[in-house]
């Protein structure tokens, strides 16, 4: 369980959006594991590491997707290809992905749609997947084009309207909901997004599965720093991925969050 960071070289970058690149390295899944969709990965630059959401499970290859928001990500967006990071794990509690032939409904929100795009690319072959991208702007969007590729209907959806749906992801939602039905849902994003989300999932009886972010500093369950109120699951083991009924006991989901020294905001 306590691993040593793997060292590996970038093999590829992908400019996603300004402010967001997909970083790929090869992964050996006979020696090193084979990763689930919805897991994550701690990524050590040999001066911190943070916790970051697989995006792409390939052959023997994985993908982070990381948007620029501080100075880790910053540094991570320096990088290039030929360059080596630290690759831990990975861990977690990833997606249900036993489903077949079910209609599948896809929820992505900014950067959550990498989880997003690895568990809609696992499931497409044997299921009907349908994926909500969303974003504040056109420039924004992740993953519409790839996922298009294997025969996913992908619905853009900006809150400005630059492209597809205009309007948020609850909005999209309802109204592909006026027309067609689900078995099952996957859910990323901000926890805003996702309350939403999972109100109108719940009136309409579709469960769903929810992938959390919290502050983590040892991602093996022992410093409790990224437990949630009132369970005190801890989002690095019982998590990140819970369905709608557990969610649903969460008290402090779409509320408030703790930062790094346990102090709510």
């Known amino acids: 369980m306590i691993n040593e960071p793997k060292i590996v070289e970038i093999k590829e970058i992908i400019v996603e959006t300004p402010t967001i690149r997909t970083f790929k390295f090869d992964w050996d899944f006979k020696t090193l594991g084979k990763p689930s969709p919805g897991e994550f990965v701690m990524v050590w630059n040999f001066n911190n590491e943070k916790p970051m959401s697989i995006s792409q499970i390939n052959d023997n290859e994985l993908a982070i997707t990381v948007k620029n928001i501080g100075e880790f990500t910053s540094q991570l967006h320096e990088l290039n290809i030929g360059d080596k990071i630290g690759i831990r794990g990975s861990y977690g509690a990833g997606f249900d992905v ?124 022992v410093c409790g720093q990224c437990c949630v109120d009132s369970e005190g699951w801890r989002i690095c083991v019982e998590g990140p991925v819970f369905g709608n009924d557990k969610i649903n006991q969460i008290t402090e989901f779409a509320q408030y969050r703790r930062d790094a020294c346990g102090v709510k905001y």
């Open 98 to 221: 036993s489903f077949k032939d079910k209609k599948i409904i896809a929820i992505g929100g900014g950067v959550g749609m990498a989880p997003i795009n690895a568990v809609s690319s696992y499931l497409a072959g044997n299921n009907n997947v349908t994926v909500i991208s969303a974003a504040q702007t056109k420039d924004e969007l992740l993953f519409a084009d790839t996922l298009q590729k294997l025969g996913i209907e992908v619905h853009p959806c900006t809150d400005d309207g630059s492209f597809g749906f205009e309007g948020f992801a609850t909005d999209c939602l309802r109204d592909l909901l006026e027309t067609s039905d689900y078995d099952y849902g996957f859910v990323c994003g901000p926890e805003i997004m996702m309350k939403g989300i999972f109100e109108i999932l719940e009136d309409a009886g579709i469960p769903a599965q929810y992938s959390l972010e919290r502050y983590m500093k040892c991602a093996l369950g």
